[in-house]
């Protein structure tokens, strides 16, 4: 039932008592990152200061802004030879960020996430496809490593091709298959036309869901579809990859790994502390990471802890279901784009007014991105023109949010104007 | 050689064409000949007015996306086959025709019309004497509608 069982059922004094010394052991290890060692000599902190969990507080949170600043490598806690791996996240304004990673951080990922799988009922039996993408996306690499950890065959499948996907699936028996919310059901519709019948043709029987906003009752259609159970996962880059948190077979809330993080709930707004249960912004401080720890990491995803204690007798706190986020960031096919992003590439375009309106729709079960746009001025008499502008614009926008938007040229005046607070993106996706 | 026409965008839905007509009636501007090509989502509505740039800042003033380009003007005798005389010269001389379009004033064809390289067209229209409107010619009464 537990992979890790003396850590996962740790009572909550048990918990609090290794963070403390993991969070100090941490803390004394990021004095070795330029970052922190100049922040903390800013507001005259010493490594000492931490003798409680409370005394965390008085460092201050971390954001996305610091780690671009720092760009490519100003974060890091060890000499850059003593690193193997790097993952980078898109940027928002032209920086992306960078994370790093020593072989203990990796071997700590790959556990982490076998962990997880392990709580879900996967065993070394288990087949594994994985249809996240890869490359430095941490869905592709951090699953991997994590099934393989377990000892699954794992099918290294990534992003696309649904009908290949559905060949390998029936032909290599797949048992487990981790995928966006959103390609569950483009697999499901593909296996139709294929004339495969997921319960019967197919030994698929767990589905590992996340990167992707979803609701419960989309998670119990696409569970009823494939007949399959589907699990919630969450991850981001900074904080390693999926493997963060993660449901139980109790499918009711995820837990997050105490032994690895330090969660906080906050008020975006005041900074402070929610109270208990309420839904607030995740603060994330890393217990466990070599090449560089994250001090109270504000990663805008909304939620809250639930109350009481889980039946699978774990004592980790169980996130809620995501409620959005504080930031603009949109989540599209598991890609996080940030509208800003669009809007620096439109700004490019001396053809453009600056007004634009990004929606984001649902066609034939496929989540698509439509960006329209304003001609400030006719610059041409020529469809061919205008026709090479679109494609121009759209392969643009790919090449800097990595999903294919459909762009459509509009009249002037048509979409909302820039003063005041414009609406720039309209989410009309079916969480059906 | 040329005249000037006026390109505007417009947006596939109802009411846009409306629009850019009741802008230029309150302008006060005679249209000689348009035409409306079309895409999926959107047009290009070409206008040959007698006065393009009133036209122009009119459509400008109320924040339509309009352009002014030059196009070429032929005047044909109203016979047939004299529209295939005219473009095969053209053909023949490896100048693609972009866009064109057609109306008659006064017993005369009017081709208007676009190609890939002006210099050259300018050349055969010299060259083969073939009657061109100027802008001048537009002011003048006899090509008002």
Same mark, same amino acid.
């Given at each position: 039932?537990?992979?890790?069982?003396?850590?996962?059922?740790?009572?909550?004094?048990?918990?609090?008592?290794?963070?403390?010394?993991?969070?100090?052991?941490?803390?004394?290890?990021?004095?070795?990152?330029?970052?922190? $060692?100049?922040?903390?000599?800013?507001?005259?902190?010493?490594?000492?200061?931490?003798?409680?969990?409370?005394?965390?507080?008085?460092?201050?949170?971390?954001?996305?802004?610091?780690?671009?600043?720092?760009?490519?490598?100003?974060?890091?806690?060890?000499?850059?030879?003593?690193?193997?791996?790097?993952?980078?996240?898109?940027?928002?304004?032209?920086?992306?960020?960078?994370?790093? $990673?020593?072989?203990?951080?990796?071997?700590?990922?790959?556990?982490?996430?076998?962990?997880?799988?392990?709580?879900?009922?996967?065993?070394?039996?288990?087949?594994?496809?994985?249809?996240?993408?890869?490359?430095?996306?941490?869905?592709?690499?951090?699953?991997?490593?994590?099934?393989?950890?377990?000892?699954?065959?794992?099918?290294?499948?990534?992003?696309?091709?649904?009908?290949?996907?559905?060949?390998?699936?029936?032909?290599?028996?797949?048992?487990?298959?981790?995928?966006?919310?959103?390609?569950?059901?483009?697999?499901?519709?593909?296996?139709?036309?294929?004339?495969?019948?997921?319960?019967?043709?197919?030994?698929?029987?767990?589905?590992?869901?996340?990167?992707?906003? $979803?609701?419960?009752?989309?998670?119990?259609?696409?569970?009823?579809?494939?007949?399959?159970?589907?699990?919630?996962?969450?991850?981001?880059?900074?904080?390693?990859?999926?493997?963060?948190?993660?449901?139980?077979?109790?499918?009711?809330?995820?837990?997050?790994?105490?032994?690895?993080?330090?969660?906080?709930?906050?008020?975006?707004?005041?900074?402070?502390?929610?109270?208990?249960?309420?839904?607030?912004?995740?603060?994330?401080?890393?217990?466990?990471?070599?090449?560089?720890?994250?001090?109270?990491?504000?990663?805008?995803?909304?939620?809250?802890?639930?109350?009481?204690?889980?039946?699978?007798?774990?004592? $980790?706190?169980?996130?809620?279901?995501?409620?959005?986020?504080?930031?603009?960031?949109?989540?599209?096919?598991?890609?996080?784009?940030?509208?800003?992003?669009?809007?620096?590439?439109?700004?490019?375009?001396?053809?453009?007014?600056?007004?634009?309106?990004?929606?984001?729709?649902?066609?034939?079960?496929?989540?698509?991105?439509?960006?329209?746009?304003?001609?400030?001025?006719?610059?041409?008499?020529?469809?061919?023109?205008?026709?090479?502008?679109?494609?121009?614009?759209?392969?643009?926008?790919?090449?800097?949010?990595?999903?294919?938007?459909?762009?459509?040229?509009?009249?002037?005046?048509?979409?909302?104007?820039?003063?005041?607070?414009?609406?720039?993106?309209?989410?009309?996706?079916?969480?059906? | 050689?040329?005249?000037?026409?006026?390109?505007?965008?417009?947006?596939?839905?109802?009411?846009?064409?409306?629009?850019?007509?009741?802008?230029?009636?309150?302008? #006060?501007?005679?249209?000689?000949?348009?035409?409306?090509?079309?895409?999926?989502?959107?047009?290009?509505?070409?206008?040959?007015?007698?006065?393009?740039?009133?036209?122009?800042?009119?459509?400008?003033?109320?924040?339509?996306?309009?352009?002014?380009?030059?196009?070429?003007?032929?005047?044909?005798?109203?016979?047939?086959?004299?529209?295939?005389?005219?473009?095969?010269?053209?053909?023949?001389?490896?100048?693609?025709?972009?866009?064109?379009?057609?109306?008659?004033?006064?017993?005369?064809?009017?081709?208007?019309?676009?190609?890939?390289?002006? #210099?050259?067209?300018?050349?055969?229209?010299?060259?083969?004497?073939?009657?061109?409107?100027?802008?001048?010619?537009?002011?003048?009464?006899?090509?008002?509608?």
């Amino acid at each position: 039932m537990y992979l890790h069982k003396e850590l996962e059922t740790l009572t909550r004094p048990e918990i609090e008592k290794l963070q403390l010394e993991r969070l100090k052991k941490t803390v004394n290890h990021c004095m070795n990152s330029a970052f922190y $060692h100049k922040r903390f000599e800013e507001i005259g902190f010493k490594p000492d200061d931490i003798q409680t969990l409370e005394d965390l507080k008085k460092i201050p949170f971390t954001t996305k802004a610091d780690l671009r600043d720092t760009y490519p490598f100003g974060m890091a806690s060890v000499p850059l030879e003593q690193t193997v791996r790097l993952h980078s996240s898109s940027g928002t304004t032209g920086k992306p960020t960078v994370i790093l $990673h020593t072989q203990k951080d990796l071997d700590e990922w790959a556990e982490a996430i076998a962990r997880c799988l392990y709580m879900v009922g996967l065993r070394k039996t288990d087949v594994f496809q994985n249809s996240s993408g890869y490359g430095m996306f941490t869905g592709g690499l951090g699953f991997q490593y994590g099934a393989e950890r377990l000892g699954m065959l794992t099918i290294p499948a990534a992003a696309g091709n649904s009908k290949r996907q559905v060949k390998f699936i029936t032909d290599f028996g797949t048992t487990a298959l981790h995928a966006i919310p959103s390609y569950a059901g483009r697999l499901y519709e593909v296996m139709k036309e294929m004339g495969v019948d997921p319960r019967k043709d197919t030994k698929l029987r767990t589905l590992i869901i996340g990167a992707e906003p $979803h609701s419960e009752e989309q998670r119990r259609r696409i569970e009823e579809m494939l007949g399959v159970k589907a699990y919630n996962c969450f991850g981001m880059s900074e904080m390693c990859g999926p493997g963060v948190a993660f449901e139980c077979m109790e499918q009711n809330g995820l837990h997050i790994w105490e032994d690895n993080y330090i969660v906080e709930i906050i008020d975006p707004d005041t900074l402070e502390p929610v109270k208990e249960g309420e839904v607030g912004e995740l603060v994330l401080t890393t217990l466990n990471r070599e090449a560089m720890p994250l001090l109270r990491y504000r990663t805008r995803d909304l939620t809250s802890i639930l109350p009481g204690e889980c039946p699978c007798g774990r004592h $980790h706190a169980r996130l809620d279901r995501f409620k959005g986020r504080s930031d603009d960031m949109i989540i599209l096919k598991g890609v996080n784009i940030f509208p800003i992003q669009v809007e620096t590439i439109l700004m490019h375009f001396k053809e453009l007014s600056t007004d634009y309106l990004i929606t984001l729709e649902t066609i034939d079960s496929n989540d698509e991105m439509l960006v329209e746009v304003e001609l400030n001025d006719m610059f041409t008499d020529d469809f061919a023109k205008l026709q090479s502008l679109t494609r121009e614009i759209t392969h643009q926008l790919k090449d800097e949010l990595l999903v294919t938007p459909k762009v459509k040229i509009v009249q002037k005046g048509s979409l909302p104007q820039s003063e005041g607070k414009a609406v720039r993106v309209k989410d009309l996706r079916k969480l059906v | 050689m040329t005249i000037h026409q006026l390109s505007v965008f417009i947006e596939n839905k109802p009411g846009t064409l409306n629009e850019i007509l009741s802008i230029l009636k309150s302008a #006060d501007i005679q249209i000689i000949a348009s035409t409306i090509s079309d895409t999926v989502e959107y047009g290009i509505y070409r206008i040959i007015t007698s006065e393009p740039q009133k036209a122009f800042d009119a459509l400008k003033a109320k924040n339509i996306s309009v352009n002014l380009s030059d196009v070429f003007a032929i005047s044909l005798d109203n016979k047939v086959g004299k529209a295939a005389d005219v473009i095969s010269l053209f053909a023949n001389a490896g100048i693609n025709i972009e866009y064109m379009y057609s109306f008659l004033i006064k017993e005369q064809g009017i081709l208007v019309f676009r190609t890939s390289d002006s #210099d050259k067209t300018c050349e055969i229209i010299l060259k083969h004497k073939l009657a061109y409107i100027r802008e001048a010619d537009l002011s003048n009464q006899s090509y008002m509608l």
